[in-house]
């Protein structure tokens, strides 16, 4: 079965100190690594796919890059308005449904 | 382009009551996902649909729900007789090929409070 952990729960920034967030998964083929963003009360907002080892995708301050066992999302200066849930999910070679972790609850303090 | 739709946004049900929550996919998708998010917790996949098809169901409960995605009108995800527990928020999402690998864009959700 297919399963993805995120780590930490929660982050808590200072505006402008830069971090990451990590998604490790575990699938028997991976089709396809995605993350969100997902503000409260809100549907979850795609940012970026990613689908070989290697990769790396930008944009803004957010940086995701994946390895075979695990994926990063880097914040670079992060702002207030970064503050949200970012969610990973990956979907399996042999599936159409995707398989979602529990979330990082980022805030950033002004 | 407008995105992924649903509606109701909220809705209120007494428990032994139907629900029934829709979903249009963005234009030129025709795969349809739905999932459940339970407060604190992630998204939990239910059911894959094309036009008149369900792919997997994998995640639906066996019993009370269903869903269908005719070829004419909104994708439906309905819940009979909710109980307390079906409390959650319901998000639909499309693609536009194959789940394999197509992102999939999400609607805003129904929120669904059973009394």
């Known amino acids: 079965e297919d399963q993805v952990t995120q780590s930490p729960e929660a982050l808590r920034l200072q505006e402008g100190e830069s971090s990451s967030l990590n998604c490790s998964y575990t699938v028997s083929g991976l089709r396809g690594l995605f993350w969100y963003r997902q503000d409260p009360g809100k549907g979850p907002e795609f940012l970026f796919t990613l689908y070989s080892a290697g990769e790396e995708k930008e944009k803004e301050r957010l940086k995701a890059t994946l390895t075979k066992k695990e994926s990063f999302l880097h914040i670079t200066a992060p702002k207030p308005e970064d503050s949200a849930t970012y969610l990973c999910?990956?979907?399996?070679?042999?599936?159409?449904?995707?398989?979602f972790g529990d979330g990082t609850t980022l805030t950033v303090k002004p | 382009n407008a995105g992924v739709m649903q509606n109701p946004r909220h809705l209120v049900r007494r428990r032994g009551q139907e629900a029934r929550l829709r979903c249009s996919p963005m234009?030129?998708?025709?795969?349809v996902y739905w999932y459940r998010q339970l407060p604190e917790e992630g998204l939990k996949f239910m059911v894959y649909?094309?036009?008149?098809?369900?792919?997997?169901e994998s995640g639906m409960p066996k019993e009370r729900f269903s869903a269908e995605f005719p070829k004419e009108g909104p994708s439906i995800l309905r819940i009979q007789q909710v109980v307390r527990g079906d409390s959650a928020a319901y998000f639909c999402a499309s693609s536009r090929q194959s789940g394999g690998g197509e992102t999939q864009y999400f609607g805003p959700g129904t929120r669904l409070l059973v009394l």
């Open positions: 999910a990956v979907i399996n070679t042999n599936a159409g449904k995707s398989t």
């Open positions: 649909l094309q036009k008149e098809n369900i792919i997997d």
């Open positions: 234009k030129g998708h025709s795969h």
